[in-house]
Every structure is written in C-alpha cells, then in structure tokens.
C-alpha cells in the first residue's frame, strides 16, 4: 500500500463516531477526508456495544441526535444497496417509582418539543408486547415505535463502506502519535508510520482521545468507564421481534438477540480508567474478575427480578464488556479544540455513540464548514470543564458515577466542583 503522506481532513480513530465522520464529510460535504485507525475498524467499543437505538432521551437535543442516525440509516441502506440491519422493533420505557416517572415525564416533554413520536400503554399492553414482563409495579409505560437495535460493528463497516464509496480514505493499522501544531493551527498528524500533513483534525479516538489531546494542554473531562451486558441461553419466552425494555428503576435494560435475551444492568459503581494506562487494544485490557462480572447483576437482582420474575432461572451464557468514554456531566464532547484552529474534538459518547453517531457527524461537519447547528453547540463544548485534572482519581470518580446515575449525571459534575473547590480551600488554608 502506498504511504499517505497529506489529506484535506484526518480522522483520528475508525470507531462508528470516526466513520461516521468519514461518511458525513466524504459523501455529504464532497471533502477529502483520511481515517487514520490503530487496529480494526470498528475493534474496540464500537464492536461491544448493545447496540440500542433509544430515540426517546433526556433532552430534545440527544433525541435530534437520535433522529440523524435513524435517518442516516435509510440513507446508508439506499446507498449500499443493502439494509443496514436495524431492528425496528420499538421501544418500552418503564417508570416504577415516582422519581422516574417524573423523568419520563420530562423526557416525553422533550419528545414533544423535537417531534419524536411515543405514546402510553397500559401494563396490560406492555405485557402483551413483552410476555415475559411483569409490569405489576410499572406507575407509567411509554411506547416509541421508532427504537430498536442494530448491530453496532456492522453499522460501522456501513458507514466506512459509504464513505470509501464517496471517496474517503481508510486505513488500519496505522496509529497517530501526536497532532502537530504549527503557529495555532493543526497542520498534521505524526504517525507510527510517518507524518501525514492536512488542513483540519478530528480527534475521534474514544476512549484514547484524551491522552493525545492532553499532549496539547486541553484536559478532556472524560474517562473510560467499563460497560457490559449478559446474553441468556435460548429460550421461548424470548423472541426476536420483541421490543426492547428499558427499565430505569433496576439501572437496567434488555433486548431480543433471537430467541436469547440480552441484559444489560449498571453495577452501583462501574469502574473507570485512567486512559493513559490503557492497552492501545481494548481486547487485550482486563474487564474484571470472574466474581465481578456478575456484580452487576447481582446488585440487581431484586430490582429486576420484579420485572423479568425468571431471572435467577435464566440460563447466562455470554458476558461482553468494553469501556465507554463517559464525561463526568453526561454530554458528549464535540467542538472546536480552543486556542487550536483547525482541531475539533468528537468524542465522550457516554453510552449512546452507537445512537448519536450521525448526529455527533452532522455537528463536526458544521463546524468544518463554518455553518451553524440545528441544536445549541454550547453544552457540548470540548474546555465547559474548565482547567482540572482529568485523571485526578475524584475525576475519575466522577465519570464513573455519571455512567450509574445516567440521569443524575449533571448533579455528579456539579458535586465535583464543590469538591474539587472544598480539596482547594483546605488545601489554601492549611499552607
Ligand atoms: C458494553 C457496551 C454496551 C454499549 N451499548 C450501547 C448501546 O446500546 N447504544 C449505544 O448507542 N452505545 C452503546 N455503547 C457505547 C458505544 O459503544 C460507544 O459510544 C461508541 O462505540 C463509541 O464510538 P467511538 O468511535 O467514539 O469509540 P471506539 O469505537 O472505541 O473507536 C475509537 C477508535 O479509535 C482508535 N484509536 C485510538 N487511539 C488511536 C490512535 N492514537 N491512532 C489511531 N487510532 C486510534 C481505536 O483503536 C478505536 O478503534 C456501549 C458500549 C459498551 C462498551
């Protein structure tokens, strides 16, 4: 293969949100665009992922993220000529206590206000569509026809092959070492294989986008934090055009895989990573002992047992972890590196880069191009963190947290802060 030594824009990591990027450049903006990835398209979370689709979110914002991935899935399949594999097969949404049926509430109203379509059922139906739930403690039910799943390596490859077919270029096994910067401007990547100039950067690279980006000074409020779900043996209750089940109450959610079940359920405290001590191959990093994969089931055992009454007698047969990049307010990290023209930063995916991906794609594009969003920028900034340590372990802590809280994630940033202030002050006093 011959050496690539320059390109218009440099794609850093072949993940979905690196490929993605690719596909919305190449083929929608007609750009030159290179994927520089370090192993396999699509090898480290992207490949992990439940691959849930859940259009129904905390703000109208994620729901239009949602929206442009659901439509970039039409597009692909009409491009390619061959479905992309997502499974339409709706979505339940179960409120059992009245902490999250106020959640729901807010997120139906948040639906209301960017046109995603949903509706109540009552237990009776939910049951009906799900005959393996018990849905006796449910208080509210949502039903949104448009959630499903895909399968998130395939869908990956989909967008990589979309975007070679507009023109892009992408090459594995090739890592960036560093981003080059010349008088303010990212001007290039150097390489494990040479230097390779360009006009712009996408630092895409997950769960390792913060070490490259802290050799430039902007500290990435993220850390990788470890994700997994089980996958039951085969099984009649279960079948593959049944909805997927989102459970808030048990931190858990499950989906068909065939005639198997996949659950998926947060432990109390997930673990998280510092990024700089991670293997440059996710496959080759521990995701726990034995005995602690099966905490998170097992600290949900009761809360879910309520919902699916024949957990403990469901035969387990496969355990799949991975780390998401989670920063420590919930929102993803996409914009402009600051002080750095030419640097914009998509990464951050906080569980849902599976089901933003087109519409992280649509804002990097934007920022490219100069152009204005449909959704406000602002909250997605790559420095709102401010200057911090982001691999200070309370940080870590923090980020961990946001991932078991999922909803109460801004309140574990803001607690962050006061600690952070609180370490300061004492620290000031003491000296
Ligand atoms: C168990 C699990 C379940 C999940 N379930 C869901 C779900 O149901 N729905 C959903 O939307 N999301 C889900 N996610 C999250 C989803 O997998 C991620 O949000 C998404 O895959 C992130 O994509 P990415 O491109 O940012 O990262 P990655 O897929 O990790 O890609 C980053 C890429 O960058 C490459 N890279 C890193 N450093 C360099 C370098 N220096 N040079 C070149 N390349 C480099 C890496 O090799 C990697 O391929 C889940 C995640 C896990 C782990």
């Given amino acids: ?234 099984d009649p209750a279960f079948a593959a055009d049944q909805p997927v089940a989102l459970l808030p109450d048990a931190a858990s959610y499950t989906r068909p895989e065939q005639n198997r079940l996949v659950i998926g359920a947060r432990e109390a405290r997930s673990p998280s990573y510092d990024a700089r001590t991670l293997p440059a191959d996710m496959g080759s990093l521990s995701m726990g002992s034995e005995e602690e994969r099966w905490n998170g089931l097992i600290e949900r055992r009761d809360a879910l047992g309520a919902f699916l009454p024949r957990l403990d007698a469901l035969d387990m047969v496969h355990f799949i972890a991975g780390l998401s990049a989670y920063t420590a307010d919930g929102r993803q990290i996409v914009g402009p590196a600051p002080g750095i023209a030419g640097l914009t930063v998509a990464t951050g995916c906080c569980g849902m880069g599976i089901a933003t991906s087109a519409g992280i794609a649509k804002i990097v594009a934007d920022l490219i191009a100069g152009r204005p969003s449909t959704v406000d920028r602002e909250p997605y900034r790559p420095d709102r963190f401010g200057s911090f340590d982001p691999y200070h372990p309370d940080f870590l802590e923090q980020c961990a947290l946001a991932r078991t809280a999922k909803s109460g994630a801004v309140s574990a940033m803001q607690q962050y802060a006061v600690d952070r202030d609180r370490h300061q002050r004492s620290g000031e006093g003491q000296s």
Wanted: proline content about 5%; hydrophobic content about 45%; charged content about 20%.
């Fill in 1 to 234: 293969m011959n050496r690539i030594d320059e390109a218009e824009i440099v794609v850093i990591g072949g993940g979905v949100i690196g490929c993605a990027v690719a596909w919305q450049l190449a083929d929608r903006e007609r750009r030159s665009v290179l994927v520089v990835e370090r192993n396999d398209i699509g090898g480290a979370a992207s490949s992990r992922a439940a691959g849930l689709i859940t259009p129904l979110r905390p703000s109208a914002a994620d729901n239009w993220f949602v929206a442009q991935t659901l439509a970039a899935f039409a597009e692909l399949t009409a491009s390619l000529g061959e479905p992309v594999g997502f499974r339409q097969v709706g979505t339940i949404l179960i409120a059992a206590s009245p902490e999250s049926e106020t959640r729901l509430t807010a997120m139906t109203a948040a639906a209301d206000s960017s046109g995603t379509a949903y509706e109540w059922i009552d237990r009776k139906e939910a049951e009906r569509r799900l005959p393996w739930l018990s849905a006796a403690g449910a208080c509210r039910i949502a039903w949104v026809p448009s959630g499903g799943f895909i399968d998130p390596y395939l869908l990956t490859q989909a967008y990589a092959r979309a975007a070679r077919a507009a023109g892009a270029r992408i090459r594995s096994r090739i890592a960036v070492e560093r981003i080059v910067i010349d008088d303010g401007r990212a001007c290039a990547v150097q390489t494990d294989q040479g230097r390779i100039a360009c006009r712009a950067v996408v630092l895409a690279a997950g769960s390792w986008s913060g070490p490259l980006a802290s050799q430039l000074g902007l500290p990435l409020g993220m850390a990788p934090v470890r994700s997994h779900y089980w996958i039951t043996g085969p």
